[in-house]
């Protein structure tokens, strides 16, 4: 654990104040659910509760399902990181925290779609430079209980491959199957 030197009071309500920079850094927001840890020695760990991080074996094996079936890489995120990754560098993607433009995406619960080498990539981590590595790609948001928990994106591996209907439908139909199960 690492000390912030930050020191704050508890109210009346049992409330305690997260300082603004630590929310940021940790990339909570207003009514993001955080999970309450307690440990032996009376401390208090408050971690981001990511509901499909649950699901993370499960999905490591649902991308490399995908991956297998449609010849592209498969991502799966949840709101904040990398979950799982297939086809692709697991070393270079696996638990990166995900780009500003794609956690937009999943904000605004948008589809994305890169047809050709015309259009711009979304960028799927911090770390991606805005460079065209892939040339075509879908994103699909993830939706429980009305609210986006993540994505399935897929990434073409040749520069010649164009995105069509099929890879809409085959992310569309993860992205549906993982939001049911956190559903159950």
Do not use: C
């Not at 993001?32 to 499909?52: A, M």
């Amino acid at each position: 654990m690492k000390a912030t030197g930050v020191v704050r009071r508890i109210d009346d309500l049992g409330r305690v104040v997260i300082p603004k920079e630590i929310r940021k850094t940790l990339r909570i927001k207003e009514g993001d659910p955080l999970e309450i840890f307690t440990e032996k020695d009376g401390g208090i760990i408050l971690r981001k509760y990511s509901p499909i991080g649950e699901l993370t074996e499960f999905a490591t094996g649902y991308a490399e399902t995908l991956s297998k079936t449609t010849g592209h890489i498969a991502f799966i995120t949840d709101k904040d990181t990398v979950i799982a990754v297939s086809g692709g560098s697991k070393k270079e993607y696996l638990e990166q925290n995900v780009s500003d433009e794609l956690e937009q995406l999943m904000e605004d619960k948008e589809v994305y779609t890169s047809k050709d080498n015309s259009d711009v990539s979304m960028p799927i981590t911090q770390n991606d430079k805005k460079e065209k590595r892939y040339n075509a790609q879908v994103v699909y948001p993830i939706i429980s209980n009305g609210d986006t928990i993540g994505t399935v994106i897929l990434l073409s591996k040749e520069s010649n491959i164009k995105m069509n209907e099929v890879e809409n439908k085959v992310a569309q139909s993860a992205a549906t199957f993982l939001g049911s199960q956190m559903e159950i």
